[in-house]
């Protein structure tokens, strides 16, 4: 419990010392809550012996209220301290994962399963909160008892008090069995949950799918089996450290039975005052509660354990190296030299040795067959990932070597399936200005031709979208993601286009839209219409082997490329085809 409290510490330092401060007013409240059954002792033992006055009454009484009410101000002031800490500490942590995530190269968390980030950042980090709030105090509590009880148990007889805390020793090993199966078993629960939550994903978002094909009951089966699964892992658990939980709280009773044998044997044979054995009838059921509370502190921790192992794996994750230019370069144009990318060190080439440049304030158009790499090429541009070999410079400059701040500040990007965040509309198109005036959004949307559909919503700029709100069609949102980009004002824009499913009036307001984005912007874009394609300064066509076939204007490819023309003909017969 300690090397996880230093471990929480090292996560939140800011928060170690409310931990440890929370951690001491649980102790003294413990210790208030104790006082009272010593001081009743001495009110028996006057009882007994007769020699009750009520001035000792009153003064054993009042220190009993005086106990009571030192209780309940250490109580307040740790439940005060120790469930804000507790949110707190998950609010923080939360936060530093985001931040880490956002360092980390996307190569790290494509590798990462949905369901595992998903599962430790929502569920698995509540636990956290239990450990400030409840398993650390009680622990200290634990141990703290034993040791403030002794001396004074010694004091009134040294048999008994070794008698009372015979069982400890014999107990604690079995609690530390019980702590090994909770870890083993915490730790298949978690991989097990993981599996669980990346399912629910991937049922939930799939099941337009699974509908359109009726699997409905096939893949339901399919998650039903592995949430029997996380049954049997979680009833394994329980089963497995039952029988050390048990022995351990056994053997603590049995402490409690043989000291009231032995108590009651030493009095009888006149070795010890009836105070004495009533002292340790009391304070014997008191010392043994809170080292039973520690089975469930060690549930607590094994699970909060798992949870940091978790978490302290995540943020050891390398982020990608920093660059030092913070400056945005004088030029926005952009240059691929002898490029060559794959995904992982055992899939295949998707770039080899590619070199291009786009002068800036151009259109480009990256146009091959699918799978040949038109979006890793935006993606390289975005430094999502950096490529094994070769540079991409803008202005001139690696884009590894500006900082990341200025590297995004540079770049707006519009992809074709828009991630609306929850929130208002405004706050959508904001989001990358988040300072900017209510004119110049609506300006922004006004240019990517959004302000006539959000106008015509009940609420317009301030309907909510995104989970729980309304649900705009595939050609709104990306021309909401458009006005993001206007009113972003990067000078490179990346643009993937929605694809061609969109609708004919859809489609021409969307072109638009574009035409808004692209007047004084070097722009980037994989092009799905005839037009833009067209209307494109120079045409990138990948051969889908990881080169590029050739660069030119529509007029020149269409002579000179083959493939191109044999891309763009069969875009024009059946539209069915991606550019
Ligand atoms: P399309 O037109 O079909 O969208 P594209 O030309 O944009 O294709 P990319 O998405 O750049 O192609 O993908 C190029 C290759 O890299 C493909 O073979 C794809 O399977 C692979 N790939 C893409 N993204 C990843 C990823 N995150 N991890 C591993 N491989 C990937």
Redesign the pocket.
């Known amino acids: 419990m300690i090397k996880l409290m230093y471990r929480l510490s090292a996560l939140v330092p800011s928060l170690a010392s409310a931990m440890k401060a929370a951690a001491f007013y649980k102790v003294v409240e413990t210790f208030f809550m104790g006082a009272p059954y010593g001081v009743l002792i001495f009110f028996l033992d006057d009882l007994l012996a007769r020699t009750l006055t009520m001035e000792k009454a009153w003064i054993y009484t009042g220190a009993i209220a005086v106990s009571y009410l030192l209780q309940g101000l250490f109580c307040r002031l740790f439940t005060t301290l120790a469930y804000p800490v507790g949110t707190e500490l998950c609010e923080q942590v939360r936060i530093k994962v985001g931040d880490h995530l956002r360092t980390l190269p996307?190569s790290y968390l494509?590798r990462r399963n949905a369901g595992d980030t998903t599962a430790l950042i929502s569920d698995d980090l509540v636990m956290l909160t239990l450990i400030p709030r409840m398993a650390f105090p009680q622990f200290v509590s634990a141990m703290a008892m034993p040791l403030v009880m002794a001396p004074f148990l010694f004091y009134i007889d040294w048999r008994l008090a070794l008698c009372a805390l015979l069982p400890v020793p014999f107990a604690l090993p079995m609690l530390r069995k019980c702590q090994q199966a909770l870890s083993y078993g915490m730790r298949r629960r978690s991989l097990a949950l993981v599996e669980v939550s990346s399912a629910v994903i991937q049922y939930v978002q799939g099941m337009e799918v699974v509908k359109g094909f009726k699997l409905a009951g096939e893949r339901f089966r399919a998650f039903a089996e592995l949430l029997s699964r996380f049954k049997r892992i979680n009833l394994s658990l329980v089963f497995r450290s039952m029988p050390f939980m048990l022995g351990f709280q056994a053997l603590l009773d049995c402490g409690f039975v043989v000291l009231l044998l032995y108590g009651a044997y030493l009095f009888l044979g006149g070795q010890t005052s009836l105070f004495a054995f009533l002292a340790f009838l009391v304070l014997g059921l008191r010392l043994y509660e809170p080292i039973k509370a520690l089975g469930s502190v060690y549930e607590v921790s094994q699970a909060a354990e798992v949870t940091v192992d978790r978490l302290e794996a995540l943020m050891n994750e390398k982020p990608l190296p920093e660059g030092a230019v913070a400056k945005r370069p004088a030029s926005s144009a952009i240059a691929f030299e002898n490029v060559s990318f794959r995904?992982?060190s055992d899939?295949p080439d998707?770039l080899k040795q590619v070199s291009f440049t786009i002068p800036e304030k151009t259109v480009t158009a990256i146009v091959?067959?699918?799978?040949?790499?038109?979006?890793?090429?935006l993606?390289l541009i975005a430094r999502f990932w950096d490529p094994q070999a070769g540079t991409v410079s803008i202005g001139g400059v690696p884009v590894s070597q500006f900082t990341s701040d200025a590297l995004h500040a540079q770049i707006s990007m519009v992809f074709q399936d828009v991630y609306l965040f929850q929130g208002t509309i405004f706050e959508n198109i904001a989001f990358g200005a988040p300072m900017a005036a209510r004119v110049s959004v609506v300006n922004a949307a006004r240019t990517a031709c959004c302000h006539d559909f959000i106008s015509a919503l009940p609420e317009g700029y301030e309907t909510r979208i995104g989970e729980g709100g309304a649900t705009l069609s595939g050609g709104e949102k990306q021309r909401v993601s458009i006005a993001r980009a206007i009113l972003k004002d990067a000078p490179i824009v990346l643009l993937d286009e929605a694809t061609a499913s969109v609708d004919p009036e859809n489609e021409s307001q969307i072109q638009q839209a574009i035409n808004g984005l692209v007047k004084t912007r070097t722009v980037v874009l994989?092009a799905h219409r005839l037009s833009t394609v067209t209307s494109a300064d120079q045409i990138i066509v990948?051969d889908g082997r990881g080169g590029i076939d050739a660069v030119g204007t529509h007029r020149e490819l269409l002579e000179r490329s083959p493939l191109y023309a044999r891309l763009w003909n069969s875009r024009q017969e059946a539209l069915g085809w991606?550019m």
């Open positions: 996307m494509s995904y992982g899939s998707v091959g067959p699918s799978g040949a790499g038109k979006s890793t090429i993606r994989i990948l991606r």
